[in-house]
């Protein structure tokens, strides 16, 4: 949660969103929600990309 608190803009904001989507994930694989995990995995995926993208321009 530290690097939330220290990341800005939308680097601080794609963080957060891969904390609330691997939480998500957590959620579906022991079964307190339905759904399919794999949509959560491909979101997570996306979110890894972007924010690889945005810490390799800085």
Do not use: H, W, Y
């Amino acid at each position: 949660m530290g690097a939330v608190l220290d990341a800005q803009g939308v680097v601080g904001a794609t963080i957060s969103r891969l904390g609330v989507e691997f939480q998500e994930l957590n959620f579906r694989l022991i079964g307190m929600t339905g759904g399919d995990p794999n949509q959560v995995i491909a979101d997570i995926n996306t979110d890894v990309a972007e924010l690889k993208r945005l810490c390799e321009s800085s």
